[in-house]
């Protein structure tokens, strides 16, 4: 017999759980559960709420749970018929999701990136106040020799492990930000690639170079793509961007680059549902 925990009822005397609940604590109502597992993070409501009893991984399997979970912190996916499962990985990848590169904005010099090529004049940094983004205040920029940087992501160093990306497969976005100097020609390039456990290549977005020439309008442009359906095996990704000027002018007179971004969202999100 287990230890009784004594509680006074009325005038009748003292009684104890076991006497009205025959030895068990009364049931915690479903919606008590559910308040209590909003203040949890949602991958332990996963990893360990879930194993606990039958009621609580019925909470957990939820729609209902799940719904409500992204309302109170403003999640709004596009697609709202999504099941149980469906929510479960909207949420926790939104919750997750971050920039995956480091130092893209040229705060800490070039802190994270790997010089690939580095001709001309060399790559160097200027400060930026034209950008559309207030906060980006730096800039990487190009000379009239090739200039090329990288970095190398490891997925499973940032947690992204291989149930994720080989059944899940969120969508891999990624972004950059290029402009060219208004008085001379200028190149951009860049190669985005998704590797395997041997860093050899599954999937790869590698678009024709953007040339500028002398005399234009100098504005900043934003290039663009989202890897999906991109098959298992991937462990790494290898973002390599950069360019020169045309004009072979000494000094940095090249392409410039900045805010930089390799995101893991939710798959299927990053466009509304089609007709």
Not at 10 to 23: C, K, L, M, N, R
Not at 156 to 173: A, F
Not at 216 to 232: A, E, I, K, L, S
Request: charged fraction near 25%.
């Amino acid at each position: 017999m287990g230890q009784q925990i004594s509680v006074e009822c009325g005038e009748s005397g003292p009684h104890t759980y076991e006497d009205t609940w025959g030895g068990q604590l009364p049931p915690i109502p479903d919606a008590v559960l559910e308040e209590v597992f909003f203040n949890i993070e949602g991958q332990d409501v996963v990893c360990v709420c879930r194993l606990v009893c039958q009621q609580w991984k019925e909470i957990v399997d939820s729609t209902s749970y799940w719904k409500g979970r992204c309302r109170r912190e403003g999640l709004k996916p596009y697609n709202h018929n999504k099941t149980a499962k469906g929510w479960c990985q909207f949420y926790i990848l939104s919750k997750r999701r971050q920039n995956l590169l480091k130092n893209p904005k040229a705060d800490e010099d070039f802190s994270g990136w790997k010089i690939i090529s580095n001709e001309g004049d060399k790559w160097i940094i200027e400060p930026e106040s034209s950008f559309p983004d207030e906060r980006v205040q730096k800039y990487f920029v190009t000379s009239y020799g090739s200039c090329i940087k990288s970095q190398l992501i490891d997925l499973s160093e940032e947690g992204y492990g291989p149930y994720l990306m080989d059944e899940i497969q969120p969508d891999i976005v990624i972004s950059d930000w290029y402009s060219p100097r208004w008085d001379c020609g200028s190149q951009y390039e860049i190669s985005v690639e998704l590797l395997n456990h041997k860093q050899k290549i599954i999937n790869r977005f590698r678009p024709n170079h953007v040339v500028f020439p002398q005399w234009n309008d100098m504005q900043w442009q934003q290039m663009t793509h989202v890897f999906r359906n991109y098959g298992p095996g991937v462990r790494f990704i290898k973002f390599t961007h950069g360019g020169r000027d045309t004009q072979y002018w000494a000094g940095w007179y090249g392409i410039r680059v900045t805010n930089s971004s390799v995101e893991i969202a939710p798959p299927g999100e990053m466009e509304p549902p089609g007709p």
